[in-house]
């Protein structure tokens, strides 16, 4: 009977969408991951679907869902260099949306809550708030989020190793004669947490987790030492692009001693925050 129970839930899932059997079989052959196990709780069949205009994909526990956690990557990062992660969110019962990157910052900002309206409008579901967990510029789009693009229905933040640059909005040097120059992450609703690792590449360290926990003092701030930018990416990841991007991807940022540790704190934050 176990055995036969994803088989059960995939043929409900056919008969029970508007679509026609045809399209709905169409749907599940294009799905990428399909996949059931047993965390000792009972068994679950996690789904991944992409729902247009905007390009998010959604893993949903297929019983029960508590909460929604968007997922924010990093540049030129997809769902496969977060599997562990993504797992972690749907074993503690969270749908997770995972909204690849736009190159413009405020253009990403106001999309992160369309995204949301985008999942609830479909979902089976009742939410009216959510969480986001972001990594590298990913990160610096959740802060900004969280800050000044939907500040009342962000609850929880973990941004990862947040990279503030090219431009910076939260950590330009301080203006007398400008006012306001950065976005302020205090009294706000939501609940915030940052990580910092030793950074590499390009990454200036004037624009990261340290020095916009300086700009906001009340806000926590995990480090991981001797950890790589990509720590939080598991170890064999996926890659969007071709091959040299991952070249040069990996030569810019190359692994470090501390990467596993860091990747563990990482979801033991997960677990504690979340």
């Known amino acids: 009977m ?5 088989s059960i839930i995939a043929i409900v899932a056919i008969l029970s969408s508007p679509l026609s059997t ?3 079989k169409e749907i599940l052959q294009k799905t990428e991951r ?23 994909v959604v893993f949903e526990p297929a019983f029960r869902s508590n909460s929604v956690t968007l997922i924010l990557p990093g540049r030129h990062l997809d769902p496969a260099d977060y599997q562990t992660t993504i797992d972690l969110l749907l074993s503690m019962y969270q749908t997770v949306v995972f909204f690849p990157t736009i190159a413009d910052d405020d253009e990403y900002a106001s999309s992160v809550p369309l995204a949301f309206d985008q999942y609830i409008e479909k979902a089976p579901r009742f939410h009216s708030e959510y ?12 802060l900004m989020v969280a800050s000044d693009y939907d500040p009342l229905r962000v609850v929880k933040v973990i941004a990862l190793d947040p990279v503030d640059m090219n431009p910076p909005r939260f950590t330009n ?29 390009t990454i200036d360290p004037n624009h ?4 916009i926990i300086a700009m906001n003092p009340t806000l926590w701030l995990h480090k991981d030492f001797n950890a790589s930018h990509l720590a939080y990416c598991d170890p064999n990841p996926g890659v969007k692009g071709s091959l040299i991007l991952k070249f040069m991807r990996r030569a810019m940022f190359p692994k470090k001693d501390g990467d596993g540790l860091a990747l563990a704190n990482a979801h033991k934050l997960i677990q504690e925050h979340f």
């Open 34 to 56: 399909n996949k059931t196990f047993d965390d000792g709780d009972g068994l679950f069949n996690f789904k991944r679907e992409k729902r247009l205009p905007l390009d998010i």
């Open 131 to 142: 969480s986001l967990l972001g990594h590298s510029y990913g990160a610096k789009i959740s």
């Open 173 to 201: 040097p301080y203006n007398a004669t400008v006012t306001n120059i950065n976005l302020s992450l205090t009294d706000l609703s939501s609940d915030i947490l940052m990580t910092l690792t030793d950074g590499g590449g």
């Open 208 to 211: 990261q987790a340290d020095t």
């Open 22 to 24: 045809s399209a709905s």
């Open 2 to 6: 176990t055995k036969l129970f994803p």
